[in-house]
């Protein structure tokens, strides 16, 4: 019980997970009873939190649970998705060959994480070294240039007495080291503010009308759900129930919140692509393929192809929206810089003037 207790503080991160599932899967296929395979992964792990969670399943197996019950006893370590996979795997005896697409899937999305952090990395970097400068720079470069100029009776401006003002209050650290701290304290409100479903529900809302970040995200959850869906309804999920996993693994709230429409809308007898229309979520060549998918009754094949469709053009908007940031973080310190230089130069312009 104490390793539970520990794992339900130390979550595994997406990168060991991926590394869990697609290491599980080759044991699984190598014909490695499942205990025994947990151990060697328990061993093999480079994250204590995964260790952890290995070393839970294979003693939760040793009492006698499936390992679909065993990952639902992970304390949220694997969602829904992963659960029921893996049972259906277990109900039909291809739980190997399942768990090599769910690592397939995995692997996929960890791909596209990892191309939206890098790609956010960069400015997010230079915007808080122009931060840096703008809190530092005046105080340390500028620190006897202006008493200087006042010893010597030069009239300031407003906006070099205001970059002075702000000098000398940051030039004392106490001062300094509040503002850094506000600034980590807003910072980490801001993220517990997003983690409340409403919060984040108001923040896709408004990222969904912007016109190249909009498309991007509808895009990226298209992918998703695309993905998610075509691997439950390979594995023989039922297609109600698939569609509530496949929108919660899109990470999109909009999607989750408007899914229930076309539920209900299958419940009530309308086609896949008619249901799925209703929710008024998806782009229109999506739905063109769902539709032929139902005519051809190759929707899960579709939707893989789809997936990947929608995965390129998320790589072709993640290098547009590079090439707006970029520019865009490389004006903001080009403000900073010109408004300090400006602040120095004006009285020293003046000073020159008046001799």
Known sequence: MEIVSQVGVLRPRRKSRVVFFRSL?????????????????????????????????????????????????????????????????EKTGRLDRLLMKLADYEENNYRIALKVKGALTYPAFVFAITLVMLILAPSLLFKGIFPLLRSQGADLPLLSRVVLGV???????????????????????????????????????RAMGQPLL??????????????????????????????????????NPILERD????????????????????????????????????????????????????????DCSIDALIGLLEPMVMLVMGLVVSVVAIALMLPMVNLVNAL
């Not at 850094?180 to 409340?196: E, I, S, Y």
């Not at 498309?215 to 569609?243: C, I, P």
């Open 25 to 89: 899967a080759l044991l699984t296929a190598s014909g490695i009873p499942f205990h025994q395979g947990l151990d060697v992964l328990s061993q093999q792990s480079e994250e204590l939190a995964m260790r952890m969670v290995c070393s839970n399943l294979a003693q939760d197996l040793l009492t006698g649970h499936s390992l679909s019950q065993s990952l639902k006893n992970q304390n949220g370590c694997f969602n829904l998705f992963h659960v029921n996979l893996v049972k259906v795997g």
């Open 167 to 205: 000098a000398e209050l940051l030039a004392q650290w106490p001062v300094t080291l509040a503002l850094l701290a506000g600034l980590l304290c807003f910072v980490n409100l801001v993220f517990l503010t997003l983690q409340k479903p409403g919060a984040r529900l108001r923040l896709f809302e």
């Open 214 to 251: 909009g498309r991007m995200l509808r895009n990226l959850a298209t992918a998703r759900f695309a993905s998610s869906l075509a691997l439950q309804l390979d594995s023989g999920l039922n297609v109600l129930e698939a569609l509530d996993l496949a929108a919660s693994s899109s990470g």
């Open 259 to 314: 899914i229930g429409v076309a539920r209900q809308m299958l419940t009530d007898g309308a086609t896949f692509q008619r249901s799925l229309q209703a929710v008024g979520f998806f782009p229109d060549p999506f739905l063109s393929v769902i539709q032929a998918g139902q005519e051809s009754g190759r929707i899960p094949s579709l939707l893989n192809r789809i997936a990947a469709i929608y995965d390129y053009e998320i």
